[in-house]
């Protein structure tokens, strides 16, 4: 459909042998759309002409993403040369022949319906019966689809790849990863024989980087496309081998061929899936590759959506700790806080703690918890605690007072976001030994009280609305005599609900783990508490703030 020289048919002549041609022909742009087909192609799809023609395929033909001939048309367009597929479709009900070249920016594709069934595609070496046929590919890339979209952590979702590949693609597979920085980033690599899973191990953690060996995998990364080695060359391999141990996995690995295939999302390409064949097995054929490039697209989409996500969770985990201020020192009082963002689905909420010194000498005492987990949770936590921190310190108000302020502020400003806190502070004594504790929550949980002898108590009160809830209804304090040696406890609903647990579930555990934390030092009972209840990854983010009162000549803790 392309030549060095001018045809001495003109165009017009040109056009109307393609039209007579028995042979499908179809023309696709940069964007896939379908810019010309001829009849013989459009009866083949079951279509007329005009139902294809200036319409993006996937769309015109909804029956084909998916499909081994997608997987081809998608490599055919970054291989470079012209490709062909032989293979089973059954949207055309037949087998079909296609060849397809990238001329001018444009994909030309021609295809022939055969008969002969020994064509199609080689079977994976070792490979489990009855995979092969587009049925089998077809429920593979939707494994790949299902298995890739579960975990928005990087790290799970490049290994997931890696298994995925080995299971079906070839021996053993890496994924490599770039860094944020342009340089190297996460690896993971995966055998389908359990017996060389050490061997890979040993291998990919020992091998030397930078040594020659990964030129293919630069060129891939470069030019957006597979490449192929369809044998191994030893000798460029051997200076990546530092030691005996890393040879001999090596060796026990026994790689013969290796296909790399770039990781490309939203016009970034960002890592590579190399898929390794080893023994006998030979090396990847045309459509072996077209399922390869199709399994990394899929893959690269849900990577990227990883990467995305995590770019998001750093910037506001990076917000959350600047807000989350460091204790005062006082002699009067022990304080120690901790903060532990949730694990299981990465998610940073707006969880906060704070505690400073008023001007009359009484130290103020916040816990809080902004409804959402991203970014937004913690932008507005850090404007919530900005408005009450600066209320709080303007005068030496009661808890209830400051959060009544912080209410009309919110209202005021249009702040739009809804969050309980808690505000206490804790007056010097007005007699030895004693000092008094005044709070008032605003939806919060409420703090316990540890004594001296292990004797735990809720400090519960009349339940009153969050901050932020349009509500003119006046708030109230409460309040509680503080002994020396006695230590209260402030916290967020992520460590009482820890493990699915209801909340007077989660509060009778919190009670009981806090009896037996009576006399340990306060930064060694928060670590001791975090560790006892939250067992294994957090569900929810957990803010926690401990205080104890000292005897008045103590000083401070050592």
Known sequence: MSGSAASPIGAEALATALEVLPTPVAVLDRDWTIGYV????????????????????????????????????????????????????????????????????????SARPVDDRS????????????????????????????????????????????????????????VALAGEDGGPGEEAWAHRDPARRADLDAYVAGRLRNTGDDAAMVEALLTGKPVQLTAMDQDLVAPSLPTEGVRAAWRRLDATSCTIVPLRARGETFGALALINSGNRPAHTEAEIAVAVETARRGALALDNARLYGRQLKV??????????TPPPTDELEIAVRYRPAAVHQQVGGD???????????????????????????????????????????????????????????????????????????????????????????????????????????????????????????????EVGLHPGDTVVFYTDGLVEHGRSGI???????????????????????????????????????????????????????
């Open 352 to 478: 906060w703690y704070d505690a400073f010194l008023q001007p009359d000498g009484g130290t103020l005492l916040v816990i809080g918890d902004v409804v959402g987990h991203d970014v937004d949770a913690a932008a507005a936590m850090g404007q919530i605690r900005s408005i009450l921190r600066g209320i709080a310190f303007d005068r030496p108000e009661s808890p209830a007072q400051v959060l009544t302020r912080v209410d009309r502020v919110l209202d005021g400003l249009h702040v739009g976001t809804m969050a309980t806190a808690l505000v206490a502070r804790i007056e010097r004594p007005a007699r030895a030994g004693r000092r008094m504790l005044r709070w008032s929550s605003a939806g919060h949980l409420p703090p316990a009280l540890l004594r001296p002898d292990g004797t735990v108590q809720l400090l519960d009160g009349p339940p009153e609305r969050l901050l932020g809830a349009e509500c003119t209804v006046g708030r109230s304090n409460s």
């Open 504 to 558: 007077d579930d989660g509060l009778t555990r919190l009670c009981a783990e806090l009896a037996q934390l009576a006399g340990v030092p306060v930064e060694k009972l928060c670590d001791q508490l975090l560790d006892r209840i939250v067992t294994g990854r957090a569900d929810d983010d957990i803010a926690l703030l401990a205080v104890r009162s000292l005897p008045e000549d103590a000083g401070p803790p050592a």
């Open 119 to 174: 064509g199609g595609p080689v079977a994976p070496a070792g490979g489990a019966a009855g995979r092969t046929g587009d049925a089998a590919r077809l429920r593979f890339l939707a494994e790949v689809s299902e298995a890739m979209i579960a975990t928005l952590d990087t790290g799970e979702s490049a290994t997931r790849l890696a298994e995925l590949a080995s299971s079906w693609l070839c021996d053993w597979a890496v």
């Open 316 to 325: 506001a985990e990076t917000l959350q700790h600047s807000l989350l201020s």
């Open 38 to 109: 001829n009849p013989a192609a459009a009866r083949l799809l079951d279509r007329t002409v005009d139902e294809l023609i200036g319409r993006d395929v996937r769309l015109a033909l909804p029956e084909l993403p998916g499909t081994a001939l997608h997987s081809f048309l998608l490599h055919a367009r970054s291989a470079g040369t012209p490709v062909t597929w032989s293979g089973d479709h059954p949207p055309a009900g037949c087998r079909l022949e296609v060849t397809a070249v990238v001329v001018d920016g444009l994909l030309q594709v």
